[in-house]
């Protein structure tokens, strides 16, 4: 994520969450006598309850009015003063399916008003031309417009979109999110497929918010004059990415979904008809079966051969279907995902495989070059039991919520090894806070 924002304001706002990571455990749950029912833990370790109330606090701290949208949303917390379109809206939608586990407070939105609001607010701010911005920070108020200087999306708006209707039936939002996300898949049509090719192009570091990554090495951060429009003029750019293609197919089908809802039997089909397309395009140019990964692929037609995290969110969207394409998952499943020499360290997933040479040793902040980051196991259960993995995925959820127990600080990323929580940064991390929720309710069955 583009993490370089001014402190002081948002710190100011978000006391009450940095305060309730600051609660001894012992206490916590003695002081906070909630109403709402709890799961049923995994095992009596009064640590379980402690920490589900510490997370919902940072959660409920972290609803927060941004600049040009009247509604609040849930923003990312810590040292992040906004929402961004990578992860935003996905955090809002896991809220929104713990929404009976929330006590309801008098004048605050619920949890379900929440993940709604971290939609509408990125499509409120839609530019004519069809461009969503990828971020809305407390600074715009300061008089900058700001968010459109890169693409920085992972799980796709649509789809989360999409989800969120399922549960509420929220006519409004279903014709909004149709709307926005097919002019946003027009607009990046237009002009991040400037090789037409008919795959998506990354021009800077920012477009996949792997920041501090050595996928990135050498690249801009943010695209020329802050105009994602533009690609720095630098040989080997811009690259085909196989995350942000992924994110676009995983777009595409949620857009074909709400089409048929809509009774646009002829949109449905052109939009099944155009995910294919990309995902076969996915599969064939930017796979790797020598190495069992999906790689950028630059302008000089060669591939960044850095084994990173981008294959999960290629997972994520079902690019590979498990039946189809059976030999390709299972190579990447074998070979790198659970190969506990390349991503499936103690504490999964890491940001960049172990024995790849580029693993960032020691880890710094904000650090896709290794970390373990919570936006990452976040993101897990939206593909790991699609693929037969749920016992994976049972083990992962032990080990996050294990390491967040016994730190409670509820910090952005951790060391894959040991589970230690990187430190310089406060807590009060929106998806650090989820990733327990989230975790901790599935593990209960709740």
Known sequence: MNKNLPRRDFLRQTAFAAAATAIPLASFSQMQQPSAPRPHFPTADPAWAATWDAALAVVAGNVRTMPRYDHPVLVEGSTYAGIWQECAPQ????????????DAQPGAPTPLQTARANHMAFFAQQKPDGQLP?????????????????????VPIAATAWDIFQITKDQELLETAYKSCSLWDAWLRQYRDTRKTGLVEGFCTYDTG?????????IPNQCPEADARKCP?????????????????????????MAKALGKRDDEARWLADAE?????????????????????????????VR???????????????????????????????????????????????????FVRPIPRNSWGGASQALTALRAPRWMPYYGKQAELTHMMQQWCSAIMRHTEFRQQMDPLTGDFTQPDPGGYSPAALTFLDFARRLSHA
């Open 210 to 218: 792997h920041d501090n990554s050595p996928r990135w090495k050498g």
């Open 91 to 102: 955090e809002g939608q896991v809220y929104g399916t713990l929404e009976k586990f929330v």
């Open 277 to 305: 397309h990309i995902r076969h395009l996915i599969l064939t140019k930017l796979y790797s079966p020598e190495d069992a990964a999906f790689y950028d692929l630059d302008a000089q037609n060669n591939f960044v051969r």
């Open 308 to 358: 990173g995290d981008l294959i999960t969110r290629v997972l994520g969207e079902h690019v590979v279907d498990p039946h189809k394409e059976k030999a390709i998952f299972e190579a990447v499943w074998t070979r790198q995902l659970h190969n506990p020499k390349a991503f499936w360290a103690p504490y999964p997933l890491a940001s960049i495989a172990m024995d790849d040479p580029t």
């Open 134 to 154: 990828a971020s809305i920070k407390l600074a715009d108020q300061v008089g900058t417009s700001g968010g459109y200087g890169q693409i920085q999306m992972v």
């Open 233 to 257: 003029p630098i040989p080997t750019m811009p690259r085909l990415c196989p995350d942000l293609s992924a994110t676009v197919y995983g777009g595409r089908i949620a857009l074909a979904a």
